[in-house]
């Protein structure tokens, strides 16, 4: 079955950086659209960054663009988010998400709906 594993969360100060991780198994991983969302208390689910299944192509929420890179392993079937520059603002837990089999439409707004399969979540908590 599809299973996604978070991890690198963490508790940093505003200005630090964390990488976190997403170990993806139980389908093709090279052939599937990966996200990054994130969640904080009392919110929705907002959509971070995407990334194509070769790795070529992603996207980002504006709030993010010029902090975060997520990239991709398809050797490791891994995902990755390298947030730099955080801000307590970032304070969420952390989700992965996969859609099996299908390519990002980069058209559409990043949107939870659209994702079949979610990690468990990693906090991250910024402090001011």
């Known amino acids: 079955q599809v299973q996604l594993v978070e991890s690198g969360g963490g508790s940093v100060q505003a200005g630090g950086s964390l990488r976190l991780s997403c170990a993806a198994s139980?389908?093709?991983?090279?052939?599937?659209?990966m996200a990054w969302f994130r969640q904080a208390p009392g919110k929705e689910r907002e959509g971070v960054a995407r990334i194509s299944n070769s790795g070529t192509y992603t996207s980002y929420t504006d709030s993010v663009k010029g902090r975060f890179t997520i990239s991709r392993d398809n050797a490791k079937s891994t995902l990755y988010l390298q947030m730099n520059s955080l801000k307590p603002e970032d304070t969420a837990m952390y989700y992965c998400?996969?859609?099996?089999?299908?390519?990002?439409?980069?058209?559409?707004?990043?949107?939870?709906?659209?994702?079949?399969?979610w990690g468990q979540g990693t906090q991250v908590t910024v402090s001011s």
């Open positions: 139980g389908y093709t991983y090279s052939r599937s659209c």
């Open positions: 998400a996969a859609k099996p089999g299908a390519a990002c439409v980069f058209s559409r707004e990043l949107s939870p709906h659209d994702y079949n399969y």
